[in-house]
């Protein structure tokens, strides 16, 4: 919208700006509001104040927005000012009269080619003259808004519109400089049901990320929230110009989406705002259907040359902002906030009624109960008439009256009221004019104001207040606060007619203050005193002496009687608990203590609550001498104290007054004097004190107390005890293979304190070390060390433990040397039984130990008796033995002995008697599982299978392949009693076939059948052709090869090479087919192919190859090649780093290095002393891009010589030696010069001995 400018008119007064199609139409008449101010105004002698033309909804102060046209204005220095909020006011003097000029937010005008910041799709209005002034335009209100959709808490747009009530206040002079917005968002219309879009605009070229936008509708409510079918946000960038678009699009709106919206833009520090309206309208179905806010759009009034008399419209027009509010107080508006939307909304042009002849003014004012007559002056008096009262037609009724004189229609509204406050509008035909009714409500004088009263507590108080209208609203105030009147209150508020009472039934000195009660009209205020009652006593407090422990009872009586108190003891206050109570009773008082003790003692106080007069008392408490020695636990009063140590021993002692202590030993009494004992005595306790224990100190002491109230005694036992003596050396009776049994006597002397323990060290004879065995006491005099080493000599000692310390060791005992017997022989079982033998088996012992296993001892005994025959008479080494000359029948049991150095072992004897008879047991294969399948192996491996059987006696096996006996030359076949072994130490394909076992025991005969399948590399294929070649493709076919490695083929292997460079590529693998087509080969080049063929063995050892080649020819052209000979890369070894003699450390890793260059990979042989190094754990060979590499693990001197690495491929050999010496390491002098630790040196040491030892 362009900006106006000023035209100066004879009279001053700005010219009206009129429409171009609504030239020649009369202004409409001003609004004229006649409203009395309070008495309270015109007393204080206030000057009316003028108004932006808001008013409050009801007569409590509300907040207020000012609602103002949005015009733009020029751009200062190339940036745009915005105004806060949205909203400009500024006023202007042009000459006696002041006049309110609007200025809406101010936005630069877009250029040519920009689209519109507001789209609808309704028609929006002409723009005015740029050359007319434009007033301050106050809109009416929508009627065909619907009031519930108006005030709905629901609605996404219900909340208020416009600046809060303390933004109000601020009155911004010089609005900040807009530093981010270069577009703004304008206001815009639109219809019921339209689409609209406002577009804000950032420049980012000094922005270093996307700046922050926030949307408001209101003061309060974020739109970000509210995104949905009706209202969506969106965001775009553009590179080139970078400029940051915002916008916000409103679908389909409602008739509550009007009202005030807010664009926030931040970034870092900088902030810029705008506001903007939006204006819904109703879709025009007909001229029947005509919207009554239609007829008061903005527009501009001419100004008359006679001054209309100054009513409250001018005043709101001529006010700031921020006296809205105190002027709709002062004036009893009810709607300020409707007011301003009707003047906001009021049209700038209206059409000539051709129905009426003379209109309705634009507003009428009432006072509440009065009377109101509507006048409308007909053009054409036949034409039919209709009032209707916010679009709902009105009846007669005795509340609205119609009357007709001549072409005048009068409507009479009577006794109006708040709800008479509406929009009215008269149809006749199709033409409609429409008014605002304003209904003033009277304010509410005081009559009669409240009086002071002054009284005491528990009183009653009333307070009285006489207003000038019956059932008005009053607020009863207690020092400015309000006085809370709700079901639990102490007050209650009361009305009789005009009379308004405050009740305080029971009062207190609370209750005292200044009391107001507050009309729309007047206060009125009184001070309430409420005193206490004067304090009466009738029975003081009186000093008390308790002895301790008995009850105390304080007793006192004061009127009046209903007051209460508190109690005091030093000052400090007494709380009730389940020894003290407090009682109150009337006029009594009491407080009670159970059971006295001596913090009850001191200065009593009574306060009664309210009063500075206090009772005071004082109670004395006595208590006889008593020694508090059960609470030292002391068992049987005896103090037992090492020998050297101090005793500081404090005996708790009571009485009051605090009685004299005398200290004694015997007759002896102890002075506070003394130097290495003396006593001292505290208020609570007394002390004996001993600065240096000794033996002698041991003894009674007696305690003496006494004081004014009696005496006491008591007695305490000093004990001084010390570590005991050490033991004697121990003996050690029994020695095992990892334990011994030991045994001691007990100390001659145990310190005075009961051994509790003995602690038990070993260490091995020529070493310095002692180790502790067990870390809990041992009660017991015996012990068993464990966990020692088989043929190393030990020694042991002995700790004594009491309850002072451990003793000195006591001397070591005599050397000894763990050596034990095996642990029996395991799984022993009879393996076979003939008529006069009986042979079993065992295993060896899992023990053996440090002294070895001879050999085993073998004895039986005959079932029934105990005498064990040594069947053996020399010691077997052999884990099978075989009894003989046994008689037939008998049951014998057999039992078995490992024997040692140390001597024999515990027997491990059958469980069950043997009978000495042979037993037949027919013949029976057990095959393995995986024999049961074709047991399959490669050509060359070896072939060792175990077929177990059972039978007795002895089994007789034959072996047959392919019903053909077996040659030995071929096949190695080994019989024993229980199992056949068919071995075959390098598997040929000749060794396939079926293998026929059979076990005979006399007439029992059992046979299986074992399949042996020797598997070898296919053969490869028989001849591979190239069947066809086309573009980059060429089709091979081969036939299978005659040998498949006694194996079915699983696939092939197609290879493909340049001429060129003969370099084979793998085209693909694990084919199945006999023929294939290569494809993606590269015009130009000559290819030869071959394929290998495939088992479950592997890949042939050799390829089948084309014997032509096939040449990529690029269709219609053909290139000749040349022929030429490959370079040969072929190279006999060479070394070109030799080996280079070697000094290593015995103990650490080392490694000999060389490289060698050789074409084909020659083998690398690595000899010591020129014999070939095979398979030896101690030597690991390398061998990495020519680099040959020996590492000999922890070298000894053996290992010293002269190592040879030999290098051979097919065009010749070559070798290079070195000498490497191996050095026993450092001496222990050189191990000091070298500052290594004593701990690491030993180590050393001790591991070089081992190594000389295995030597």
């Not at 002849?357 to 034409?383: C, F, M, N, S, W």
């Not at 061998?1183 to 040879?1204: A, F, N, W």
């Amino acid at each position: 919208m362009p900006e106006p400018t000023k035209k100066d008119e004879p009279n001053g007064q700005p010219e009206e700006s009129v429409a171009p199609e609504s030239s020649g139409a009369p202004p409409p008449p001003e609004i004229s509001l006649e409203v009395s101010p309070p008495p309270e105004a015109v007393a204080e002698g206030k000057e009316p104040v003028e108004t932006d033309g808001k008013k409050p909804e009801s007569t409590e102060p509300v907040p207020v927005q000012a609602v103002v046209a949005q015009e733009p204005c020029p751009a200062v220095n190339g940036s745009i000012q915005p105004q806060p909020g949205g909203v400009g006011v500024k006023e202007q003097a042009e000459s006696a009269n002041s006049t309110l000029k609007e200025e809406g937010t101010c936005s630069p005008p877009p250029p040519d080619d920009a689209k519109p910041a507001a789209t609808t799709s309704s028609p929006t209005p002409q723009p005015e003259d740029a050359s007319s002034t434009k007033k301050l335009s106050v809109e009416l209100p929508n009627d065909s808004v619907p009031v519930p959709a108006m005030g709905r808490k629901d609605s996404v747009w219900s909340l208020g519109e416009g600046q809060a009530p303390d933004e109000l206040d601020k009155l911004v002079d010089n609005p900040p400089l807009s530093t981010l917005l270069i577009e703004r968002p304008l206001s815009g219309a639109v219809t019921v049901g339209g689409d609209i879009t406002f577009v804000a605009k950032v420049e980012a070229k000094d922005l270093l990320r996307k700046p922050t936008i926030k949307w408001f509708k209101g003061k309060w409510m974020d739109l970000a929230s509210k995104t949905g079918k009706h209202l969506q946000l969106k965001e775009t960038f553009d590179r080139l110009t970078k400029v940051h678009t915002f916008e916000m699009h409103i679908i389909k709106a409602k008739d509550n989406y009007a009202g005030n919206y807010r664009c926030e833009v931040n970034y870092k520090d900088k902030f810029d705002s705008c506001s903007f309206d939006l204006e819904v309208k109703e879709a025009e179905t007909g001229s029947q259907n005509i919207d009554i806010r239609s007829a008061f759009k903005r527009r501009e009034h001419k100004q008359q040359d006679d001054t209309p008399e100054v009513d409250v419209w001018e005043i709101l027009k001529n006010a700031r902002p921020d006296q809205y509010e105190k002027i709709a107080f002062m004036y009893g508006i009810t709607d300020l906030r409707g007011l301003l939307k009707r003047l906001k909304k009021m049209p700038k042009e209206e059409k000539k009624l051709e129905a009426f002849a003379k209109k309705l003014d634009p507003a009428y004012q009432v006072d509440k109960g009065g009377k109101i007559r509507l006048v409308v002056d007909l053009a054409d008096p036949t034409i039919e008439l209709k009032w209707y009262k916010n679009g709902q037609e009105i009846r007669p009724s005795p509340k609205y009256i119609f009357e007709h004189k001549g072409t005048q229609r009068i409507m009479v509204i009577n006794n109006c009221s708040a709800n008479d406050d509406a929009a009215y509008s008269v149809v006749a035909g199709d033409e409609k004019c429409s008014t605002e009714l304003f209904v003033k409500e009277l304010p509410v004088k005081i009559v009669k104001g409240i009086e002071p009263v002054k009284t005491t507590v528990n009183e009653r108080i009333e307070l009285e207040c006489e207003v000038s209208e019956e059932g008005a609203q009053v607020k009863w105030l207690k020092n400015g606060v309000e006085v809370p009147t709700g079901v639990r209150s102490r007050y209650r508020v009361k009305c009789e007619g005009t009379k308004h009472f405050l009740v305080i039934d029971d009062a207190s000195r609370d209750d005292t203050g200044t009391y107001s009660i507050m009309a729309s009209g007047g206060t009125s205020e009184a001070h309430i005193q409420v005193d206490l009652k004067p304090l009466k006593v009738y029975q003081d407090l009186q000093d008390m002496t308790v002895l301790l422990g008995q009850p105390i009872k304080l007793h006192c009586e004061i009127y009046p009687g209903n007051v209460p108190g508190r109690w005091y003891r030093n000052g400090q206050l007494i709380q009730p608990s389940d020894r003290l109570n407090i009682i109150h009773r009337n006029k009594v008082h009491r407080l009670e203590i159970a059971a006295s003790s001596l913090h009850d003692a001191g200065d009593y106080t009574f306060v009664p609550e309210g009063y500075s007069q206090s009772l005071s008392a004082k109670i004395h408490i006595i208590d006889p001498p008593r020694v508090l020695l059960d609470s030292l636990n002391f068992p049987d009063n005896t103090v037992t104290v090492v020998a050297g140590n101090k005793l500081r021993l404090e005996i708790p002692i009571s009485g009051e007054p605090a009685p004299r202590v005398v200290w004694m030993k015997g007759e002896r009494v102890i002075l506070e004097s003394g130097h290495r004992v003396h006593a001292e005595t505290y208020s609570d306790h007394t002390s004996l004190t001993i600065e240096v224990t000794e033996r002698e100190d041991t003894g009674n002491y007696k305690i003496v107390l006494q004081n004014e109230a009696g005496e006491a005694t008591a007695s305490v036992k000093i004990k001084v005890v010390d570590i005991p003596d050490p033991p004697e050396a121990p003996l050690v009776p029994v020695v095992g293979g990892d334990w011994c049994s030991m045994t001691w006597e007990p100390p001659k002397y145990d310190g005075g304190s009961p051994i509790l323990g003995y602690y038990i060290e070993r260490k091995k004879k020529q070493s310095s070390r002692w180790m502790r065995l067990n870390f809990d006491l041992i009660k017991e005099t015996t012990f068993e060390p464990k966990k020692m080493i088989e043929g190393v000599p030990y020694e042991v000692r002995i700790f004594a433990v009491n309850a002072i310390g451990v003793s000195k060791p006591s001397e070591p005992s005599k050397a000894f040397t763990p050596l034990a017997v095996t642990s029996e022989p395991t799984m022993l079982v009879v393996d076979d039984v003939t008529d006069t033998t009986v042979t079993v088996k065992w295993r060896p012992p899992e023990t053996i130990g440090a002294a070895g296993l001879d050999g085993y001892l073998v004895e039986y005994c005959v079932e029934g008796t105990n005498d064990w025959v040594i069947s053996n008479k020399e010691l077997t080494e052999k884990t099978r033995y075989t009894i003989t000359g046994l008689s037939p029948g008998c049951k014998i049991l057999v039992r078995v002995k490992a024997v040692n150095a140390a001597g024999a072992s515990a027997p491990r004897t059958l469980q069950h008697a043997i009978l000495v008879k042979e037993v037949v047991e027919p013949p029976k294969i057990r095959v393995p599982r995986h024999l049961k399948q074709t047991y399959t192996r490669k050509v060359g491996e070896t072939v060792n299978l175990v077929v177990p059987f059972m039978g007795k006696p002895r089994p007789k096996v034959t072996w047959l392949k392919d019903g053909n006996p077996i040659e030995p030359s071929q096949v190695s076949i080994r019989n024993t009693d229980c199992d056949s072994i068919i071995f075959i130490r390098k598997a040929e394909r000749s060794h396939s076939g079926k293998y026929d076992m059979t076990v005979q025991v006399e007439n029992h005969v059992d046979t299986a059948i074992l399949d042996i399948q020797i598997v070898d590399l296919p053969g490869p294929p028989q001849c591979v052709n190239i069947e066809d070649v086309w573009g980059g493709n060429v089709a091979l076919v081969w036939t299978p090869p005659k040998d498949n490695g006694n194996a079915p083929i699983t696939g092939y292997t197609i290879q493909k090479a340049d001429k060129k460079t003969m370099e084979w590529f793998t085209c693909i693998e694990h084919y199945h087919r006999n023929c294939i087509t290569i494809t993606e080969l590269v015009v130009g080049n000559e290819y030869f192919f071959r394929i290998f063929s495939e088992n479950m063995c592997g890949l042939s050892e050799t390829a089948t190859q084309t014997k032509k080649s096939a040449l990529i020819v690029k269709e219609g052209l053909q290139m000749k090649t040349q022929e030429y000979n490959d370079h040969d890369f072929k190279e006999a070894p060479k070394f070109t780093q030799p080996l280079i003699n070697t000094f290593a450390v015995a103990g650490y890793n080392t490694t000999l290095n060389c490289s060698v260059r050789a074409n084909p990979r020659p083998k690398v042989i690595w000899m010591k002393n020129k014999i070939t190094i095979i398979d030896d754990p101690r030597y690991r060979m390398f061998s990495s891009q020519g680099v040959c590499t020996l590492e000999i693990r922890k070298p000894s001197p053996y290992d010293g010589g002269m190592y040879t690495c030999k290098a051979i491929n097919e065009l010749g050999e070559a070798q290079v030696d070195c000498k490497l010496e191996v050095k026993g390491g450092f001496t222990f002098y050189e191990l000091m010069q070298r500052g290594v630790p004593l701990h690491l040196i030993d180590k050393y040491m001790t591991e070089s001995k081992v190594v000389e030892q295995e030597k």
